[in-house]
């Protein structure tokens, strides 16, 4: 699952940021309104952390853009302003939650899984491709009810193909997505290549239908086999 979080006290942020990486959220990171007007616009994300107060603009205004761009992204501010009338405009802009600081990171950490599992899943974080199931909070994925084991990225990039179902998704795009702004540190595309690759033989082995595609030159797509 990949997070913005748009926080500009450097602390906070990087306490938060460690926490929900441990949680094995992957996780950017805007430290004012004009950066965090840009990660929005080039990027999707699954939650966007938002505080209120920052600098250059409001967190409120980051909100209306987003809506306005029709994003899906499921948004919990986060503020010290603990006002009604705060709360009442963020909701009325869209906002999924408000969390008022000071906050205990575990709450933190239900929020986001509650307000993402209320709007992509509807109270049901389990995703199914015909005899495919992943569960994200547990990070497991089964087929025909057995679990497929496997590593870390390997789950991260399964995950992003099958909430992007039977859509080109470029090896730039998969890298972004799983390593966030720690891009670099895949150390190329080749890294990509090969966990795909390992990932598409466990697939098959383990007699999924839904099979990643190779799309020579570009990319992956997720496939449901005999379509």
Known sequence: MKILLVEDDKDLQATLRNFLQQEKYVVECASDYNEALDKIGAYDYDCVLLDIM??????????????KMHKKESVLVISAKDSIDDKVAGLDLGADDYLAKPFHLAELNARIRSVVRRKQAGGDTSIVVENLRLDPDKRVAYVDGKELVL?????????????????????????????GDNIDQADSLDFIYSQVKNLRKKLKQAGA?????AVYGFGYKLVVQGE
């Not at 920052?54 to 809506?67: F, I, N, Q, R, T």
């Open 151 to 179: 590593n870390r990225k390997e789950f991260d990039l399964l995950y992003y193909f099958v909430v992007n179902p039977e859509r080109l998704i470029y090896k730039t795009a998969l890298a972004e997505s799983v390593w």
């Open 209 to 213: 239908v839904p099979q990643v595609k």
């Open 54 to 67: 920052l600098p250059g603009g409001s967190g409120l205004d980051v909100l209306a853009e987003l809506k």
